[in-house]
């Protein structure tokens, strides 16, 4: 007999945008897509052709090596090979340049240029950017030794570069060059050359926005500082090592995995090293001001901390001319101030002035003021800051920003990781990211898991969005979590991201962790203690350590706010679980204000089918939270993980029955920031109401007219088009305009023609709104219809379709029926959806026996496999010893499938079985032609 299955296997006509078509003749070449033009300022994409066997492009500027793109992606998901990235022209010096890319081919390298002119904003008084040339080399590459010891050849001034590569800085070291990227990281030496003229008196300072993970910082061959942790800025003062003329700075990095792992878990994502942002030299007075903050707060209270050198032995005040303008443009403060930076520098005693009735700064009014301050002759530069008056706190189980309540916010986390950038990101890249996703309806968000840019600070300011900020301590056990040394650290972390992020009143909450062991006392005791430092730093926002301990976390007792990571749906259980979980979670934390601060399925773009891995699912995911959650009370948001793909390890799979490692890829956005099918169904101000399955007839075509209900679901109505791909075998009528009111519904019919056929794919219903939004596309699917028998399988009470009869448990076979089981009864389950035929079925983990008895003549017989809540497990159909439907795998949650044999005429006893001891079989339905 003849085994045919029925698959329910969509290609998505909503997925991923394809590249541009290469232009006639480029096949074997290497042309420039983008840039355009070329004069370059800020943020630049760039973008090649290249021949088809390319394996990777290599990016530079006059030598200046500065990404690499690699065919890695593409090899991994299927999708076409994009040679894209981006740079920043404000990183190379001013003026004229060849920007080059070299495809690697299996034949050679193949080369395209473009002649650009860069623009460089000019440095300020005292200060000296050393963004750009810099010469690089890993461990390997250099002789034996090199980094070793208190003064490592390497970093001394006659040490030769002939084994360095020049590159760019700032940068992702393993982003610039494809074979420095690896898993488990590298030692590297980072060389320059500064020419610092005549010195004089003044101090020289070197400032390090960003070195991951650990760095030993030189001057000419002498160690002028250490970090540990990257994110955050260094100073050190290298006075005493410098001297006039040329000047060598010299900088090991360390971003091998047994290092970071000392500290924080290295697995979650790529630990992309080397000096991520920028680098600049700044020569102050002997006591001046170096770096000012400003916050304010609902009462008018407007407080500036101000960072210094003092040389002295005594505290000195500096003066500086204070100016307050408000949003209006009036100017409210204008006078003197004095900061008192004690002896030996550090942090000036806090001044705090009072704005009268301040205009309020919150997510519907950003009101944002500007604050200059500009230090007396000598002692330092001015300095302009955009602070915004603003109270956070906890009213009962709410948080409440300038005493309203805040709930129920959009959110997302996102990973700074970039095709050949890496971690490193243009301000101007940063920034068209998060305007693309407020504009989208996202108003909170979290840097995963380290502090992000002050420029994506500043954007979230601009814009009214809200920020929830995290020292990068991930998944460590309870015995780590005690450690003196892993405190130190992350107390350090926390305090410097204090320092430099507290003027940003975007920033709400501040979090000392993310899925610790927090479920033990240990890992309680360190969010206690961590929560008491940030206090002491900073009383006026609210406190978290993120967690996936849910109802056995033991921290919660010290947090403000409850942030809880729930993939429910995804790794376990199910969505409808989510809500419950949710009430017990806030139930164990005392009726505190909860949060879900990541959730999310992994999707790769283009995938076909519904089920997990496919932007099918991710997008019934997202739908479903939102239908959930979206409205809970007493809740802050709703946070999606993540809004873009980022490289992750080589064994990654989260949970992707068919991963694409090192890829991880539950984001919303691809790698190269194509939207995938749950960006657009996120903020979708319809939904389509689950479709029934339309009766298909059998004998021959026939025109069907399928019912499809649109509700609004934003409150405000919307217009748009049903847009139909019809199921394998029909054609569809047009597509249909819609417009649904405000708070109504819409039933619209559609129309395919066709008859059932045993191997044909289901169709889709889109309610399409605009290019970028559209409601979750629902399956049109056809049943059988005419048939000689046609039973729905599953409870004794569910309803059932229309046209069938009922096979439930209690469906013992008679001669007069025709149909039923022999021998025990099964179990059956009732899921309430998609629709009568497919939310119930018959199962069982042992075998059991349905008798049917068919009339004379040959018969297709239809067997419909599936479960809207869970994997329909792989079994067989049998008779006789002899296997007639073997399922042959397990069928992803929400996946139906018509399985069918042929039958002659006579009464058959089919043999249900799983094919896996302590698995299910499921059947939910049984046609007979």
Known sequence: MRLRSWVVSVALAVGVALPPALPAGAAESVAFLSPTGSSLSGTVDVAVTAPVATTAVRFSLDGIAFAEVTRQYAMATGAAPRWSTATDASWFPAGAHTLRADAVTPSGVVTGTKSVTTTRPADPPGVSTLNGAWSLATEDELPAGALDGSAPPGAQPAFSEAAMTTALVPDSYGAVLDRWNSDTGHRVLYRKGIDLGTLGTPRTHLVFESCFFACRYFLNGTEVGTSTGGYLPQRFDVTAAAHDGVNTVAVIVDNRKATINAFTTSHLYWQWGGLLQGVRLERTAAVAVTNITAEGTAAGALTLRAQGVNTGTVTLGIPANLTVVEPSGATVIDRTVWFNLPAGG???????LTVPNPTLWSPANPARYTVSVTPGSGYGQPVTLRPGFRDVAVSGADVTLNGQVVSNLPGFNRHADFPGLGRTQPDGLAVRELDQLYAKGYRIFRPGHYPT??????????????VIEEVSIQQMSGTALAGTALRTFAKDQLSRMVDRDRGHPG???????????????DGANYVDTLIRHGRGLDPSRLYTEVSAWHTADKAYPYEDVVLANVYYGWYDHTFADVPGLLDAIQSTAGNKPVMVSE????????????????????????????RLLGHRPHTLGLMYWTSTEFQCSPTWSGGNPDPVPPFH?????????????GWKVAFAPVRIRELATFPAPLAGPATVTVPVTVDDIGGHGASGTLVVTPPDGFTAGPDRPFTVPAGGSVTVNVTVTGAFGGDAAPGLVRAVIDADTEALPRQLVPAPAGATLALDAGTDTSPVTAGYRRLGPSTAYTTTLGYGWTGPAPQSRDRTAPDDLRRDFATDTAPRTLRVTLPAGSHTVYLLVGDNQYAADRMTVAEGGGTLVDTGAALPIGTFRWYSTTLAGGTHDLTLTATTAGTYWKLGALVAS
């Open 346 to 352: 550090g942090q000036a005693t806090p001044l705090t």
């Open 453 to 466: 840019t002050p420029a994506m600070l500043d954007e979230a300011d601009r814009l009214g969005m809200l």
């Open 507 to 521: 920033v709400v909450v501040w979090s000392v962790g993310n899925e610790n062991a927090t479920n033990t006392t």
């Open 599 to 626: 959730y999310g399925a992994e999707a790769v773009a283009g995938r076909a089918g519904t089920g997990k891995g496919t932007e099918y699912y991710q997008a019934t995911m997202v739908d479903e939270y939102n």
């Open 665 to 677: 890829t539950k984001a919303l956005r691809t790698w190269f920031r194509e939207p995938k099918l």
